[in-house]
């Protein structure tokens, strides 16, 4: 993939998250790997999920140092680069505090297969308690990699979540998802005892809903929703 087209779906991610339940004014972000290269494309620092267009992006390696682009970088970039380096086959990264999400890990409690949503992380879904403070160094990046495992996403402790994809589709996706999964897990706990699927038909419900197929057809209808809410 060439790094325009890149650029603009990591825009689009952003601009969805936004729509999707994720904003946080100025805070959260979204980064992919750049093929064939130690570096990577994120959101800068000091604009909203919505603002953002291809040109806003920066590109940073590994190490966490921006190499191009006119924005500041994101403090908690580490949660990205050491991400990367540990898990190959993950290209894009989505951290951000959602509402339900970051409720629903407070309470310490297993992802269930309440909803559809469930089911992708009903058995993929740690909880990271080693701090609840901002990741600002490799060392705590490392923490939160080590905690993620091959696992697709993490709840982040009174703090919130990152969640991982093979491309830039499945993260955001995975990431809405998680938040709606939270979302019904939490109205259901509140409303009494809970029951939900077994792990089996958990795992045939997975492989039913959220097929390679049918993700790129539910990307591509959340891209058009954000171009219908974009204001310029
Ligand atoms: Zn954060």
Not at 154 to 178: D, P, R
């Amino acid at each position: 993939m060439d790094i325009d087209s890149l650029k603009e779906k990591v825009a689009y991610s952003c601009n969805i998250l936004a729509i999707e339940g994720h904003w946080d004014n100025i805070l959260g972000h979204v980064s992919a790997r750049i093929p064939g290269e130690q570096k990577i494309l994120m959101k800068p620092h000091s604009f909203g999920f919505e603002e953002i267009r291809p040109y806003h992006l920066i590109v940073c390696d590994l190490d966490g140092n921006k190499v191009k682009g006119d924005f500041e970088r994101h403090s908690e970039i580490f949660i990205h680069t050491e991400i990367y380096k540990a898990r190959p086959d993950v290209n894009c990264v989505v951290h951000s505090h959602p509402p339900y999400s970051t409720a629903f890990g407070s309470l310490r409690q297993p992802m269930r297969t309440v909803s559809h949503e469930g089911s992708i992380f009903f058995d993929s879904l740690p909880l990271f308690d080693y701090t609840t403070i901002l990741i600002r160094t490799a060392q705590l990046g490392q923490e939160v990699a080590r905690t993620l495992g091959g696992c697709r996403g993490i709840l982040m402790k009174n703090h919130g979540v990152t969640v991982v994809g093979e491309s830039v589709e499945v993260a955001t996706l995975y990431a809405i998802f998680l938040e709606k999964a939270a979302r019904i897990q939490m109205l259901a706990m509140a409303s009494g005892d809970i029951s939900w699927s077994s792990d089996e038909e958990s795992k045939l419900k997975y492989e039913q809903v959220y097929t390679p197929h049918r993700l790129g057809t539910m990307w591509d209808y959340f891209v058009r929703r954000a171009k219908r809410a974009a204001i310029e």
